[in-house]
């Protein structure tokens, strides 16, 4: 247990979005946002310091949960991983998210986390940053201004980094609805089962029969943020995905990525069995 203490700062609880966008506006980066807490508080022990802590926990209806058929998945600002995790629909049009989100810490940290603390963290480690940017979507923010949306793709603009602006609120990610050939799947490796991933994976696949339509590719722990892999996808797209195909792209994801050395793995050997891993994860969301 940590024996460090958090430093003095004042509470901001908001009732509403309107008065939670209109406080970001008068506090700006003086102001930090916290959802679940689960990593904001933690990085206020260490160096992380503010001199206002803005709470989501008073504002009503920001953790909904809601999937479309046509629209496809809306997810809150205040969903926790949990609730993703006990959602059937989930688990079913979404199978990379729903590994992901089943992995991510502990129950305890589940019950707390949210889906968008985890992209907003900007950490190349988020599980589900990791497999959000493979389904891919778009990050829906609120200011006095009005609302802008952000793809996924533009989100992270390197390490804790985000297009989010200070005066800024994430209230929903938005993620399309899945096609009737589409698969996806998440996978990752730790040095123990509640620990930060040292590499993930994450791949949403668009078929038609066995041949691959289109492909978006994810990596965490590779680089700065959790990138796309396009050489790879271009790699599967137009094609049928067999072990010919798969052992090619197995053989060229190294020379895409760019890992270092940390705490929890090696460059080295991130980029010996970064290839195994994302060949993996498209076997198993293509149950090949």
């Known amino acids: 247990m940590s024996t460090r203490v958090l430093p003095d700062f004042e509470i901001l609880i908001p009732r509403d979005v309107p008065e939670a966008v ?100 900007a950490s190349p480690a988020g599980d589900c940053s990791c497999a959000v940017l493979a389904l891919g979507g778009t990050l829906v923010l609120e200011s006095v201004h009005g609302r802008r949306e952000v793809s996924i793709d533009d989100l992270w603009l390197s390490y804790g980094v985000t297009a989010r602006r200070p005066d800024e609120l994430a209230v929903e990610l938005r993620l399309p609805a899945p096609g009737a050939g589409t698969f996806s799947g998440f996978r990752r490796m730790t040095r123990t089962s509640e620990d930060l991933s040292k590499l993930n994976a994450s791949v949403r696949l668009d078929m038609d029969g066995p041949v691959c339509r ?70 198993q969301a293509l149950d090949v």
């Open 22 to 121: 209109r406080t970001l506006a008068e506090y700006g980066p003086k102001a930090l946002v916290m959802a679940g807490g689960t990593d904001v508080l933690v990085m206020m022990k260490y160096n992380l310091r503010s001199e206002y802590l803005m709470s989501l926990s008073g504002i009503d209806g920001l953790d909904r949960l809601e999937f479309d058929p046509g629209n496809g998945l809306t997810i809150g600002a205040t969903t926790t991983i949990a609730q993703i995790v006990d959602s059937p629909e989930v688990q079913a049009h979404y199978p990379a998210l729903w590994q992901a989100a089943s992995v991510l810490g502990s129950p305890q940290i589940r019950n707390a986390a949210t889906v968008i603390g985890n992209l907003l963290r």
């Open 214 to 283: 289109s492909a978006r590719l994810a990596m965490g722990c590779v680089g700065p943020t959790t990138v796309r892999l396009p050489a790879i996808e271009a790699i599967l797209t137009g094609k049928v995905v067999d072990d010919a195909v798969l052992k090619t792209v197995q053989n060229a994801v190294e020379g895409c990525i760019s890992p270092i050395d940390d705490k929890r793995s090696s460059a080295e050997y991130r980029s010996a069995v970064a290839g195994v891993l994302l060949r993996r994860t498209i076997a």
